[in-house]
């Protein structure tokens, strides 16, 4: 058993600085763009990982941004041990799905259970009745955005938890670790966070994305996800001159996408460990129609089986008009991270640990989706995502609560010394 030793154990964030770290960030406008084919997806990213590779600099940690906008830094170890080298990343850009520039952080102090209304934007109220968490925040701090743009929390609460950790680290030299990575990324919201990340410069064993939501959460397991495309070829001839010739595409597609299941297989209808297959976009003319479709299960047999259902059911219409031909291709995505974690049990249970440690319960959960960590697991470094604290995520009724930030800086610091003490 483990026996804290006082001094070492007592790891006490400062509430006020990570505050001031994260009100600092979210101010900075990062929003990644989907349509974009430049890396980073939008210039202004570089904005705050030059920011982060001052901060870094100055509290004497290597640090280097390459032109990507990625930034890698490395805390020394201070151990005479040989650790296995641990990283912690999360995020620099916010999502696209909400407007991120002149982000106003307006910090709530003693929040008191009332509704907040947001003020440039009255429509915009922030209830304990719609997001019962709140409750947890009585009586301490809450930060959220003004009502015209997101936050931003996810996932510059991760980056200022990092932070913050790593300033406790370096102010702190009686705290024992090994070689320390620090990776923040650009493009996470537009699937794009590990395109351009350089494995050789991470030069880690394990890692931590700093991506996740109440406090105490521990995210082992994602979606598969890949991607499918349908083609329609219809039939085509001069609509004046058509009549048992022409075969519209248009329709055919719309027919299919009516004939999908509605109350199962679907997002609008399925929860916790049940996967789906979504359409996402449509397009096309009379000849010819696109449908693009994503395709998620955490059980990588049964994502292929809804790819195949998918193809037999789009074949399925098409074959009731001769002359009419369809394309059906799938790609992959990303894959559930939870297959290689469990080759390296050790990685998820220090981080249970560390949770412990800082005094909160572990809610291990599986995610809806995918993080840079599922990506990242199948590059070589094995990677579940810790909680910040965010809330209300991708929109703008965004918030966090101070305590659990500060948690999760906590959290970082624990498992360093962890990875120390079982090596
Ligand atoms: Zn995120």
């Not at 590779?53 to 032109?67: H, P, S």
């Not at 709140?134 to 301490?140: R, Y």
């Not at 890949?226 to 055919?252: E, F, M, Q, S």
């Not at 703008?396 to 090596?423: P, Y």
């Amino acid at each position: 058993m483990y026996v804290c030793k006082i001094n070492l154990c007592m790891i006490k964030i400062n509430e006020e600085s990570v505050t001031e770290r994260f009100m600092r960030y979210v101010q900075i406008d990062t929003q990644s763009d989907p349509q974009s084919e430049t890396y980073p997806t939008t210039q202004k990213q570089k904005n705050l990982s030059e920011i982060l590779l001052k901060e870094l600099q100055q509290k004497g940690i290597t640090t280097e941004v390459d032109e990507y906008g990625y930034v890698y830094a490395t805390i020394p170890s201070n151990s005479n041990k040989n650790i296995p080298v641990i990283c912690f990343c999360s995020h620099v850009d916010t999502a696209p799905d909400c407007s991120g520039s002149n982000v106003k952080p307006i910090l709530h102090k003693n929040y008191n259970g009332d509704d907040i209304t947001l003020p440039d934007d009255t429509t915009q109220v922030l209830k304990l009745s719609d997001a019962p968490y709140l409750k947890n925040h009585i009586g301490n701090d809450i930060i959220t955005a003004s009502g015209s743009t997101l936050l931003g929390a996810d996932d510059k609460s991760g980056v200022a938890a990092i932070m913050e950790a790593a300033t406790y680290l370096i102010n702190n030299p009686n705290i024992k670790h090994g070689d320390i990575k620090i990776l923040f990324t650009p493009d996470e919201e537009v699937g794009k966070g590990t395109a351009k990340i350089d494995m050789q410069k991470v030069n880690a064993k394990f890692g931590y994305t700093l991506d996740g939501g109440e406090a105490g959460s521990l995210e082992d397991e994602t979606f598969s996800a890949d991607a499918a495309t349908i083609i329609i070829n219809g039939v085509i001839a001069h609509p004046g001159y058509a009549k048992g010739k022409l075969v519209n595409a248009i329709k055919i597609a719309g027919e299919f996408l009516e004939a999908l299941p509605k109350k199962e297989w679907t997002p609008e209808v399925t929860e916790k460990k049940e996967g789906f297959v979504h359409p996402v976009r449509v397009e096309g003319i009379a000849e010819r129609a696109t449908i693009e479709f994503i395709v998620r299960d955490f059980d990588n047999d049964k994502l292929k089986q809804h790819g195949e259902k998918l193809r037999l059911l789009a074949l399925n219409t098409i074959k009731k008009y001769p002359g009419v031909t369809m394309e059906f291709s799938i790609k992959e995505q990303y894959r559930n991270m939870k297959s290689i974690l469990d080759k390296h049990p050790e990685v998820v249970a220090n981080a249970a640990e560390a949770i412990r440690r800082s005094g909160l319960k572990v809610k291990t959960e599986s995610i809806r989706g995918g993080t840079d960590g599922s990506r990242l697991s199948y590059m070589g470094l094995p990677c579940p995502n810790i909680f910040t604290g965010m809330q209300g995520i991708h929109s703008k009724l965004e918030w966090i609560g101070v305590k659990d930030m500060a948690k999760s800086a906590e959290t970082i610091v624990h498992l360093c010394m962890i990875w120390e003490e079982k090596n």
